[in-house]
């Protein structure tokens, strides 16, 4: 693991952050001079009028470094402020005890840096400084972020690669240094792994000694995916209630682009709202079907002409360069796809801006909704293309193929001998999860850092170059503060790196997750060895992507999250999607093609939809009954939460007062009625609106009750045996 | 709207209760005299031990009638303790303060009996007298009930029968009348009727200018329907808030049968829990699946056989007595039924009481879903024959149903010259809608009303033919007891009559909804009026089903809940099932029944299984986003109420002690930071763990970091220009 914990060696003067919570990048390539001071004194004006500490050091190139430090109990204030808050909007059920100046501990690093980021990007009327990096008049700050912490993260890399799985304080640690949103993929990718367990023991089974597509096989992956995503969702519950994190998305303050149509003064909180008429936002999201019907065209069709010049230039072309042809097809897939794919997202984007997201965290839902219907057109349709089109009907449909000869290609190809091979659907999926996976984890975590690598260095020998070709001096004050002090210099060589390095973005890795799920619950059945391929890659996905996040990103903002977001969805999606696809498989690739017949297809594609139906909900609630433990300790906990308040309460304001009693319209007050063994009578003061029948009917006393139960007893049993028509009727 | 307001005229003096909150109706018909006074005697100490007053008088025929009246203050004690639990449990967020002894006014009527309720029924251990009717040493109390506010009811009455529609104060007054259960299930049907406005102005509509069978019309029918379902589920949780009893499930009691498998003290409440294990009761509740396969036979096959006796007699058979054994198999069925449903509901009855439910409501839901599940089959599978296999198929099955042939009968039909007439289903569903809802109608009030009537008057006559008949006196003090007062007289009428009248069960109300609205989703596309039909029932029976709960049953105990339950899941499934079988009747009667292919039928199946799924979908994210203003509300009303608290609190805590500042393990400790445009070094008191680079690193003051960045900015750009080469290559 000696890529993994970096190539230059710890020691406690690199893990050392000086102090520094968070580092503005100003970069002024391209602005005036002039206007690039005036911007960097409204900035440092802002951070000094949010309370702010700040020292500024050079960066690479024509870029500034702010470091920025919250003094300590400024710090614990705003801590204690955003405590008072989660309390408010019922986040967390222990009231903070305090005054205006109190401040507090942060229980984590990530909640003490959450403070910092809200200082620094929150609206000024918020009492933060309002720098949002790359928006409106701060575009030239190209980053704000908080520095990484060396020696955590080199810990965390060390322990993990030498254990399995992850345990739960791993996981806590994580939320510790990263925040929420951050720790909840850590989580999934954690929790999927575990489950993969079972499909790759019960995938060696069924390799070994069923047949291929085998019912049993596929029952057991369909129900195994349903199983999961349901325990998915308990589990989110399960850590949002460990972390404390139910329910945030209440509390998260408008984002700077939002447009309100008008302010509303809550009756009841007293507080000024900023009101987006819901029925207008959904009109606006009805947008999205226009929308996801262009990208499945634009897409599909790229897809599908890749798809049938693939195969006629494989299959059925037998002219010149044959070879060279092989290998157009996916190179101007390749070409288009990324043009395609971004004009997509800026459409997307655009979109979303329209639907006009009160809070950040809605925004990133609804483009990575939308980011997820594109990826998932472009990871599954050539698949799928493969599974029920090619294999199945490509005998019939390959001499449609013929639109391909024009000019000298005509007659080069004879479409009668084809022969289609059914096991190219299963070797399309051995690519996928095996070859697939190990490249895509070359593309994300190797090539970055040996990318980056390569850029310091190259980086480093120019700038010893510059320093020996120029002898230029300036001030000595601003040589000062060109040099860096020794002291600082591996520091600043750090902060450097960072304010260069990506953002983090963790939907990206959790869509890769779902993808890969998606593999598994939609063609997992053709390979039974998939599973064990995924839990393999996986065990090196984690600790690669911790390795990316950790080293070669910027550390994230440490975002409060309740969920992974829309990638539930997607799973959801995708297991249904499964049930049918692994149905629709086994039924056609278990026999012989040519006795597929279409009314079986759909009988047996509609009772997989039934199956899947009643399955699903068996097993939604069996897992709710009975994974449910924290869910009943939260309740226990505001109980027990409530009761000390009402124990405090009552004591400090107990009204010792005469207890009011107005009942009704029948009012009736009785001196205390807790010594109930005596007359009643004694202690019956006859209110106003008691009617004199009223008061006869209750005058006989209590204890003579029974004893008159005891009379009519005998009385009605004594007629019981004279009148018995009448018992026998009134019975 | 004689009827309803019932057949004598109310005045001041009958609708006075005299003050009895509870009536216990005990009978010893089949008793020993000795036991009967030991038990009378036991009933009376315990009721006396529960601090509650009671009076005896006699009841119709050997039984007695003990009125119960809780002390006022003693009541509101009750009443406060039972808010204080809602608010432990997070029911109401509006701390109720008080003392041990605060007495405080019930907000309404149904409020109050619920505590007198409780005092009634709960355990000893609690508190209460512990009186649960025929069961385990109560056998002999057939029935605990509170009385009825005749006046409030009348005047209900009164209004509805000039109006329309309820409004919402009418669901608030039968709340506070009847508890928040029963108030569910007026809500349902008020909310259900109300959507019937648009499918009934539809259908006329489609009925006019669209031909039979429209895919229009069937396309918006499915659609009404989802939307209904999705706006129920919002409106129920608008009611649980508006109604204060959102999640009162989890403070119900432990029913005096639920067996646990161990006490664990609750190590965050530190209260005592007894617990039976989720995954043992959801082992037994899979029993379910055998007990609806077993019903599903046993009534599938009842009907089935009676199905095809019917077409064979009425279709084929020629031979003698055709008119009247034309009626053989309904009558056949109509006497076998109650003995299947009987044995299936014994059956079910033990499935629930093994399943152990913690408290009653859940048993009720559990005992509730086996009802439906047998109601469903009894309810549509004739229609479903007829739909599906009788018309589509009746040609081709009729000759297999030569199997009656048998005696006399052979030779008696002809099968091959059989018509079937695919008009049949229509006049199915219209006998349905109209006919059958009338029938129910009076089956269900007008009959028991008559019934109730005349027994009433038979008793008069028997009672005043045993009174001249014998003269025999006992003592003074009986006769007194025997013999009613002439003021309490038609109180005392009054009360017997109630302690004779039938239990409501707002279950079986309930579910004659779902069954209508079933009739519309599954087979409402065959004759657009439906909805028509069903909107005129519905008005009647709201009104109805009120005189029923208000004259004919004894009050139900007020019984909090916060939905009507399993029917929302046969709602749900209902709609499923409803877009399955639109789409089959469509296709299969659109056309000639000649036309019809399987495959195409399979595949218009799947097709509506997906829109089903796509819209609820769709509409579901709609409903939600839109009608959210309750839950809104809600939560302003918590954030109120906790930002009160936290007035009180810190008013009265405030700790004015230093702040406490420990952070991580970099500790700076500030005097103060509040005011940050002096030189902050002068408020800088090095940490013991400060290192002197980090000290030299915050060196420079905050307002010189300005200065420094302009002349970083000057000097970066100046080498701009002279080192070109080197700041491109760092940008």
Redesign the interface.
């Known amino acids: 693991m000696g890529l993994l914990t970096g190539s230059h060696q710890l020691d406690e003067a690199d893990a ?1 952050n ?3 919570d968070w580092v503005i990048h ?4 391209d602005t005036e ?1 002039s206007q ?2 005036d911007e ?2 409204t900035l ?2 802002d951070l ?1 009028e949010a ?1 702010l ?4 050091r ?7 470094l ?2 920025i ?1 919250v ?7 705003m801590v204690y402020k955003s405590r ?1 808050k989660d ?4 986040i967390i059920h222990e ?1 903070p ?3 205006e ?6 229980e984590t ?1 990530a909640e ?1 840096l959450r403070s910092v980021y809200h200082a620094v990007t929150w609206s000024k009327a918020l009492g933060g400084a309002g720098i949002t990096a790359q928006s409106g008049k701060w575009k030239n700050v190209t980053g704000t972020f908080p520095l990484h912490d060396p020696s955590a993260n080199a810990e965390l890399l060390r322990k993990w690669s030498r254990t399995l799985l992850l345990t739960a304080e791993d996981l806590d640690a994580i939320r510790a240094l990263y925040g929420e949103k951050v720790a909840y993929y850590f989580a999934f990718i954690q929790c999927y792994s575990t489950f993969l367990i079972f499909p790759a023991v019960w995938g060696v089974f069924s390799w070994l000694y069923l047949g291929p597509y085998s019912i049993t096989c596929a029952s057991v992956n369909c129900l195994w995916c349903i199983v999961f995503v349901e325990y998915w969702k308990i589990r989110e519950t399960d850590l949002s209630i460990r972390w404390n994190v139910k329910g945030v998305g ?1 509390l998260k303050v408008n984002r700077p682009q939002y447009v309100w149509d008008k302010e509303v003064r ?5 507080e000024v709202v900023r009101v987006f008429p ?2 207008k ?2 009109l606006r999201q009805m947008l999205l079907l226009p929308f996801a019907t262009v990208a499945s065209i634009a897409l599909g069709s790229l897809i599908v002409v890749t798809f049938a010049m693939e195969i006629f230039i494989s299959e059925v072309y037998r002219g010149p360069f044959k070879e060279y042809l092989e290998f157009l097809p996916t190179v101007l897939f390749s070409l288009s796809l990324p043009w395609i794919n971004n004009t997509l997202t800026r459409i997307a984007t655009q979109l979303t801006d329209y639907e006009n997201y009160r809070t950040q965290d809605q925004f990133d839902i609804a483009q990575t909704s939308k980011t997820f219907v594109m990826n998932f057109i472009t990871s599954f349709l050539p698949t799928i293309l493969t599974a029920f089109v090619y294999v199945p009907f490509g005998a019939r449909l390959l001499p449609y193929l013929s639109v391909f000869y024009v000019g000298s290609f005509a007659k080069a190809g004879d479409t009668r001998r084809v022969h289609v091979d059914p096991s190219r659907l299963q070797q399309e999926v051995i690519y996928l999860s095996v070859t697939g996976q190990v490249l895509n984890f070359g593309e994300e975590v190797v090539l970055p850092y040996v990318k980056r690598v390569l850029v310091q260095k ?2 480093d020998y ?2 010893k170059y ?1 320093m020996a070709a ?1 002898g ?1 001096r ?2 000595h ?2 040589d000062q ?2 040099n860096d ?1 020794p ?2 210099a591996s520091f600043l060589w750090r902060v450097r790196t960072e304010a260069e390095a990506d953002e983090y973005n963790v939907h990206d890795d959790t869509l890769e997750m779902c993808v890969q799920y998606g593999y598994l619950a939609l063609f997992g059945v053709s390979w039974p060895l998939v599973p064990l391929g995924f839990l393999a890659n996986n065990w090196l996905e984690l600790r690669g992507d911790f390795f990316k996040l950790s080293l070669e990103c910027q550390r994230p903002p440490p975002i409060r999250a309740d969920s992974i977001g829309p990638s539930l969805q997607g799973l959801e999606v995708l297991t ?1 999607l499964g049930t049918l696809s692994t149905a629709a498989i086994v039924y056609l690739y278990r026999g012989e093609m040519a006795d597929v017949r ?2 079986t297809l ?2 047996v ?2 009772t997989a ?1 039934w199956a899947y ?1 009643g399955l699903r909900f068996v097993v939604r ?2 897992v709710e ?2 994974a ?1 433990g924290s869910l009943r ?1 939260e ?6 939460v ?2 000390s ?2 124990d ?3 004591r ?4 010792k007062g005469r ?6 319209d ?5 001196s ?3 010594d ?1 063994t005596t007359n ?1 009578q004694e ?1 019956l003061h006859p209110g106003q609106h ?2 004199s ?2 008061e ?3 005058s ?1 006393p ?2 003579d ?2 004893d ?13 045996s ?2 018995p ?7």
Chains 1, 2 share one sequence.
Not at 53 to 56: F, I, K, S, W, Y
Not at 666 to 670: A, I, L, N, P, Q
Not at 708 to 720: F, P, S, T
């Open positions: 050392n000086f102090g520094v100003y970069q002024f390539e001079m690039a001071i960097f004194r440092i004006q000094h309370k500490q700040m020292q500024v050079p960066g690479y190139g024509a870029s500034l702010v470091c430090r003094p300590r109990d400024y710090l614990g204030n008072v309390w408010l909007y019922g009231v005890i305090g005054d100046q109190t401040s507090i501990d942060a690093a003490e209440a809550d009756s009841v909180t007293g819901a029925h936002q959904f190259w980086r120019r700038q510059a120029h230029r300036y001030s004050r601003t503060l060109l002090v002291d600082e249904w279409l009314s759909l009988l594609l509609l939809e139906l609630t069996a009954k009975i449910t300790r309740a226990a906990k505001q109980y027990a409530r009761k308040y009402l405090t309460i009552s400090s304001t107990s009204p207890p009011r009693v107005r009942f009704q029948r009012v009736k007050v009785y205390t009625a807790t109930a009643t202690f008691e009617s029948s009223e006869r009917f209750w006989c209590t204890q009750t029974a008159a139960g005891v009379r009519l007893i005998k009385a009605l049993r004594a007629g019981d004279i009148q028509e009448k018992m026998k009727k009134g019975a």
